[in-house]
């Protein structure tokens, strides 16, 4: 996705909208997302004084693996973003005017065009929860035996559940 200078500033701060809707392999590349996935994002772009802002939604879901059950499902990241990059003119060799923005921790672009896929694609990853899960009574497997306990009951787990009672007990007579 490229936001294209030129149209963004002639609009004079009037917001110009930009959007995309489809495989997550097409907007970032087959190699990261092999497996499917699809996303959506909707933004807009206005400059700014010498800045061009974005501000939008991505919404996307992902091929994941649930971290109790190991089991793999659709994961959805549905996040706002806002930000904001420094227009600097193209200059030849080093630009003081570049290296004063990344001093200033400042994103920053210079050409006619601001590329948003690696930015989008940070966005993407900070929204994804560490430790995804399939449901949020997601069971997990068993730590003794491995079974995945959404679909079994195993053995060892009615053991530790009578422990556990036992437990309290001992704890009440205390
Ligand atoms: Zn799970
Ligand atoms: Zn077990």
Redo the contacts with the bound molecule.
């Keep these: 996705m490229r936001i294209y200078l030129p149209e963004v500033k002639q609009r004079k701060g009037e917001a110009v909208p930009y959007s995309f809707k489809g495989s997550l392999a097409d907007f970032f590349g087959r190699d990261e997302f092999p497996c499917g996935g699809e996303l959506e994002v909707e933004l807009s772009a206005r400059a700014g004084g010498d800045k061009v802002l974005i501000s939008g939604v991505l919404h996307a879901f992902l091929e994941a693996e649930c971290s109790r059950c190991l089991q793999p499902f659709r994961q959805e990241v549905k996040t706002d973003f806002q930000e904001s990059f420094v227009i600097i003119p193209e200059a030849e060799g080093g630009d003081p005017q570049a290296l004063a923005a990344e001093a200033a921790n400042e994103l920053s672009v210079s050409g006619n065009y601001l590329y948003l896929n690696e930015f989008l694609r940070q966005i993407m990853i900070l929204a994804q929860e560490y430790n995804p899960v399939c449901r949020p009574d997601c069971k997990g497997l068993?730590a003794?035996?491995g079974?995945d306990l959404n679909r079994t009951n195993?053995e060892?787990?009615e053991d530790s559940q009578i422990d556990l009672r036992l437990l309290k007990l001992k704890e009440l007579k205390n």
Aim: proline share 0%; aromatic share 0%.
């Design positions: 068993c003794e035996c079974a195993c060892c787990r």
